[in-house]
């Protein structure tokens, strides 16, 4: 019995000190309020615009309480919108219906994001560099103040493990499982290349890093991410790309040719060390199929606009197309790539007059919850099967032969039909295969 009531005052104790440490390491504002420590053993909860108060923010103003007692569950809205297809074909093809729905969305979703930014890796409270410095990857979530008791506050283990041990139990696949949506290979490039424009960790001065001088859709990895690496990819005549015709198709120049960096190691010849706007597409050949695709798409644009407007000199006929190339991009990703993710019956729509007059916040940057989460690795397949031919990731990877062997248009055909893996918790040994 004294040993249980000493054991009992320790752990007491212990919560205690904890406590008078950070009151805020136990998280106890909610609904979104910020916490502030008064001393060592008071906090404060600032509930502004968060649709509730009380000391730790969980008391529902009058229209939050309506709003919260009259709104649907998220299980409630996803089965509605993945059902009644007929109900949905009639929304889909009465306009004004669709666009008040995607007005909706869009607005709702927003709101759900702090905007401006609030918070970054080395800033727990509102601050001007949380704001305006992009070096950094924005936080939805505070860090964890650094004088609590764990890593993760009050709850858990005083160490975090080791993240090598953790990706292998959490993450590595042991059976590769088709995915049930019959999501494709066209699918995960797709998804590889277009998020590769914001998603650029910078690992020299840490993961909280991001080396991307944007944080939005400028599609800096088809024409650089700096005006010097823009130029050397740049034509100078008609507003187009500089390219190189192999057998009648249109391919990106090499790097001999423009001068830019490219990741290659050092087995690849020169003639297939294709330069492109990110320096590393050239890991695997489903990148550099879409950056050929947008090449192509590019040029093709600059023709159109140059018999358009035969008056306009080599600048106007790059930056108007440019815009033309990042409005495509964005329609795609809602239309196509959002929507197969949604796998709503709801038709997405890509169209900036549905949120003109609205308060709305034109600006973006990235989280680094989006970034962790944007790891798709399970998508990837055991072998890639292109015409008649069946590649192991030892022959997959930095192979940019296979993009010039098979050509561009059995490239999709060929990753359209083969399905990608699942994405769930458990991922895949394609990581270990891609290491050997």
């Known amino acids: 019995m004294i040993r249980f009531t000493f054991a009992v005052f320790l752990l007491a104790l212990g919560y205690l000190v904890c406590v008078e440490g950070n009151p805020c390491c136990s998280e106890p504002c909610q609904n979104r309020g910020v916490c502030t420590a008064m001393g060592t053993d008071k906090y404060e909860c600032d509930c502004t615009r968060t649709g509730f108060f009380g000391p730790n923010c969980t008391t529902p103003e009058f229209l939050t309480w309506v709003k919260v007692s009259l709104k649907p569950s998220p299980n409630a809205v996803h089965y509605i919108l993945t059902h009644f297809k007929g109900f949905w074909n009639i929304i889909n093809n ?11 969305v869009l607005t709702s979703r927003s709101h759900l994001i702090d905007s401006p930014p609030t918070f970054n890796v080395d800033y727990g409270y509102k601050s001007w560099e949380a704001y305006s410095n992009l070096s950094y990857y924005t936080r939805s979530l505070p860090p964890v103040p650094e004088d ?8 858990g283990k005083k160490e ?7 990706a292998e139990k959490l993450l590595m696949r042991r059976q590769f499982i088709p995915d049930p949506q ?8 797709f998804a590889q290349h277009f998020t590769h424009q914001f998603f650029k960790s910078d690992m020299k001065r840490g993961p909280a890093f991001i080396q991307a001088k944007g944080h939005g859709v400028d599609l800096n990895h088809i024409y650089g991410e700096t005006l010097d690496r823009q130029h050397k990819l740049r034509l100078f005549k008609d507003g187009k790309l500089k390219y190189q015709v192999l057998e009648g198709e249109i391919y990106p120049p090499t790097v001999k040719e423009v001068g ?3 990741h290659y190691p050092p087995h690849v010849p020169d003639s297939h060390r294709f330069a492109v706007g990110h320096e590393a597409f050239g890991l695997v050949p489903g990148l550099m199929m879409y950056a050929t695709i947008w090449l192509r798409e590019h040029n093709r644009v600059c023709d159109v606009l140059k018999e358009v407007h035969p008056d306009w000199d080599d600048e106007r006929l790059f930056q108007t197309t440019r815009l033309i190339l990042i409005g495509e991009t964005i329609k795609i990703v809602i239309e196509d790539y959002v929507q197969h993710l949604s796998g709503y019956n709801f038709k997405l729509k890509f169209d900036p007059e549905l949120l003109f007059n609205q308060r709305f916040q034109y600006q973006n940057r990235i989280s680094s919850e989006f970034n962790t989460l944007y790891h798709w690795h399970p998508l990837m397949p055991d072998s890639f099967h292109i015409e008649e031919k069946d590649y192991s990731y030892k022959q997959f990877v930095f192979n940019t032969s296979v993009v010039t ?3 561009i248009n059995n490239l999709v055909e060929s990753f359209t039909k083969q399905i990608a ?15 050997d």
């Open 94 to 104: 009465i306009s004004f219906l669709r666009d008040a729905i995607m007005r909706y």
């Open 148 to 155: 609590c008791p764990t890593p993760m506050g009050v709850e």
């Open 160 to 166: 975090l493990p080791d993240a090598k041990v953790l």
């Open 182 to 189: 019959g999501t494709s290979l066209m699918f995960a490039f």
């Open 260 to 262: 830019v960096e490219m």
């Open 405 to 407: 062997e098979h050509g």
């Open 421 to 435: 893996g699942r994405v769930r918790a458990v991922c895949t040994n394609c990581c270990r295969k891609h290491s």
